[in-house]
Structures are given as C-alpha cells and as structure tokens.
C-alpha cells in the first residue's frame, strides 16, 4: 500500500519535472526529439548524477517507466499546450511534491549505501535540485536556482530537519514526512511571499 | 580480418566526429588547446557518457590511439582548412558512417554487460549523438540536434532495427549490419529531402 | 610533517579556486547559493570529473572540509569584496600553487589505481583545469580555457615532466617537486610575458 502510494508520488513528481523541462524547450522551439530529451533530463538528470556519484547503476535503467512518463509529458504538453497555462498552479504544486519526495528518495539512497548524513543532504539535494540545473544548461540559459528562487534552499532545510529527527532518534518514517513537508512548506512560503537569498555583486553599488 | 575492418572504420569514424567538432571551434576562434579539446569531446564524448553510465572505465583510458587521431584531425584541418571546405561531401559521409558503427558499437557493449534492448538502443543513442551534444555545450551553443537535423532520431531507428531482428532470432551480425544500414539511409535521406521532427511551441501560432 | 604541508596547500588551492568562482558569480548576479555551488565546483569540479573516470568514489564525498572551505571563500568574498581586488597578485599565486598542487595529486591518484602514465598526465590535467570549465558552463560562458590562456599546457608540461623523470628512474618527490616547479614557472611566465597558444581560425583571412 505504502509503495503504491510512494509510486503514484514519484510518478506524478516525474511527470511535473517532465512537464517543466519540455515547455522550456517549446519556448527554445526545440523540435520533439529536443524537447523530450530536456523533459527527461530535467526529471532523471539529479538522480542520474547521484548516482553516478554513489558509483551505482543510474537508476532509470533499471526501469523503463521514467521514459514512458516523460512521453506521456511530451504528448500532453503537445496537445493540451493552452491549457496547461491555466495549470500553472497545479504543475507547481506537483513539481513541488515531486521535489520533496525526490530529496528524500535521494537522502534515503545515500544512506543506504553508508554514507553519512551530511552527505546525504548533498545527494538529496541534488537528486531535487540538479535535474533543473542540467535541464538549463541544455537549452543554453544560466541555471535558474542560482538567481531567482529558493529551490535548493528548500532541499538543504529539509535535509537539516531529516539529520535533526535522526539526531533526536526518530523513526525513519518521521525523518522523512518532517523532511518532505518542510521542503513544501518552505518552497510554498517562498514563492508567496517572494522570498530570496542575497544576491552576491550588489554592495560595491549600494555601498560605495 | 573483420577486426581490421571494423578498427578502420571507427578509426575513421573518430577522425571524422574530431574534425567537426574542431571545425566549430575554429569559427569560434579557439586557441589549439580549445579546438582539441573539442574535437576530442566531439569523439569520444558519447562513448564516455555511456562508460560512466555502464559504471566501466571510459573506453579511451585503455587504449591511446583515439587521442592519436584526435590529433591528426587537428593537424589536418590547420594545415587543410580551405580544401576541407570543398570536402563536406566526404566528410558527411564519414560522419554519418561513424555514427552509423558508434550506435553498433555501444549496442553491442550494453548488450554485453547485462543490460535489456531498451536499455542498448538507448546507449548505442548517446554513443553516436551524445557527443555532439557535449561539443555544443563546451562551444556555448544550444545543442544542434534538438534543432535541426534527423540525428538520433536514425539512431534509435536503427536500435529498432536491431531489437526487431534480434526478436526474429536474426544473427548478431545481421542485427549490426541491418542497424548501420538503416542508420545511414535515414540520415542520408533525410539530408537529401530536407526531413525533420516538429517543432515544439508552433501549436498557438498556427491554431489560434 | 609534509602530510601537514600538502595540507595547507591543498587547502590554500581550493580556496583561491573557490574565490576565482564565486568572484565570476557575483559578477553574473548570482545569489548566495549560486555562487556556492559555482566556487565548489571551480575547486571541486576538475577532481570529482577524474574520480568518477577512475570509477571511484569522488573525493570530497569522503572529507567535508572542501564545503567548508568553499563556505569560508564565500564569506571571504561577500565581506572583502572590495579589497580582494587589490589581492589580484595574491590570489593568482595561490590559484597557480593550487594548480600545481591538483596536477600533482591527479596524477599521484591514477597511477596508484594503475594506469599508465599517458593517462595520468590527462587525469592531472583534468583535476587542475575541467573545474574551470565545469565553473564556464554553469555561468553559461564559453570555457576561457579555450581562448585565453596558457593554462592547461602549463598542466601538460609538467605532466611530461613528471613523465620524463620517471622514465630516468627518479624518485616519486623528486618527480613531483619538478613536476609542480614547471606548473607554476610556465603559468608564471606566460602570464608575464603574454603568451598564448595560436588560435584557429585566422588562416583563412591571414593567407587569403
């Protein structure tokens, strides 16, 4: 029952990341082929590198639906392109919950394979965070979490909660509940009160 | 024999991917370093991807002649630069006889390794497109074949090719001798009629 | 003793490579986060290329004091901003010194897992200059390595030269002591005397 639920959570996530990463490449009029490999690296890429980085498999090897979810991304994106706009809001609550369960799927990984936590915050952060960061490089534009939004912020605090939980000797069912909902929580705030980090380069301005 | 046929034909196939991607770097005005550099991610790029994916030592580690002909490709296009211009023809279907054995190649080695057809066709796909892709990024440029050409998407042609002859119980060399072929003509063709995939984001204007 | 040296000069290295980073960041804008990760992966990046191709477990996943530094290099950054400027000289010679370090340890690295010497040169030089293109590509710049400097071949040079006395039988310090004398001195002297290497690209209008 539980992995049903975390199935349906991480495909809907997959689905989001997908979603996100092809109406990008439509802006850079990419053609389909383009536009559905930035869609799949935009959702696989952060945990591709983990688990390069873990010297693992790549998980989406092991398992052909990550492709299929980001064809079914590609065609709803293709097909129902104007409406998706008035999605927004959805697209963003799932891109979110896709977030929070990718970091902790990530943390959840490295600490499976012995590493310690403060790692495992770098991994679950990257599996969240570093799909977007290769997907920008792709279609040649800086990465977006390094100036607009608190992104990654989000993933590092809810990897400081799931390391406080674990310090504190709850169960592994708590650190990861507590670290899913902060990153929502935070990333949900941020964007409704417009939250950012400090841009570096402005003092020499304001200053002088 | 066939040994020596196949190690001259990737031979020429790296000389021909090494001058592309030297090429480019030239209109970028690179310095030697930088054209090398290039020319040698142009080559052996995919095939590193793909290593680092299979969790094996990238391919060029064991074996020094692929840095060799990367060199030679820079010799050649300081010293030929002008004649290689009226080239292109030669050069295309070196390009496109590379790709054709670059997709066989990484097939046949995922193949080797353990992994399902899905995951070879994929492979055989980065292989021959993927280092086009990082010879874009290290150029700064938004990748060429999520713009303009029938690229991978003749290499995954061919990958089905070799799926749907190993499905009938082809020969292994069957598989590899129908895949190049379907390869080549589709790339050809398609260079000759003008093909290419749809474009994403053409939807509203046209509809609306 | 030494373990103690190479110590504080490796840590020196990261540092002057992570400000060289964050200090590119802030002229893009990036926020906090950003110019973290894009410091990191200046001091990080050439090392972490060169594990995962030795198909190791990269090397700060095993120590956080790199994090640490970069943390602290960021800080340095944000409060000195307008005096490290005036250290243009300091930082450049802590940048060479790490450099020379980096080439050193690379190589050290891939010839204790095996691997000829051809290769060690090429690992050195990937751990003393691909964090420099990994920093270009994330800024979305194309990679100054490849234009502008002698820097790279300063890595080659005394990777020969590590090469070269090894062949004449000397001993592991001495190679390595020669190995980053020659590092510094060719970048020192380039940088002193302007050199470069030839760019590709100007025959055509020179000759024609």
Redesign the interface.
């Known amino acids: 029952m539980e992995i049903t639920f975390l199935l349906i959570v991480e495909i809907i996530g997959t689905l989001a990341f997908a979603i996100s990463g ?1 109406r990008l ?11 559905y ?2 869609g799949l690296v935009t959702a696989i890429g952060g945990g ?1 590198i983990r688990d ?7 998980f989406w ?1 092991l398992n ?1 639906w990550y ?1 299929v979810v980001t064809a079914i991304a590609l065609g709803l ?2 097909i129902f ?2 409406y998706l706009v008035r999605l927004d809001h959805t697209v963003f609550i799932f891109d979110t919950i896709g977030l929070a369960l990718f970091v902790v799927i990530g943390m959840q990984k490295s600490i499976d394979f012995g ?1 310690p936590m ?2 495992a915050i ?1 991994m679950g952060t990257i599996t969240g965070a570093f799909g977007g ?1 290769l997907r920008d ?7 977006l ?3 607009k939004e608190v992104y ?2 989000a993933c590092i605090a809810g990897g400081l909660v799931y390391w406080l939980i674990a310090y504190c000797n709850g169960s592994t069912v708590v650190q990861q509940v507590a670290c899913a909902t902060i990153i929502i929580v935070v990333r949900v705030l941020s964007v409704v009160y417009n939250w ?9 301005k304001k200053k ?1």
Chains 1, 2, 3 share one sequence.
Request: glycine share 4%; no cysteine.
């Open positions: 092809i490449a439509a802006v850079k009029r990419f053609d389909w082929f383009g536009a490999i930035v591709t390069l980085f873990l010297s693992t498999t790549p090897m052909y492709l994106v293709i392109k104007r590493f403060w790692v770098i960061v490089i792709l279609i040649n534009e800086e990465p979490i390094f100036r990654a912020t950012s980090l400090p841009v570096m380069g402005n003092d020499s002088n």
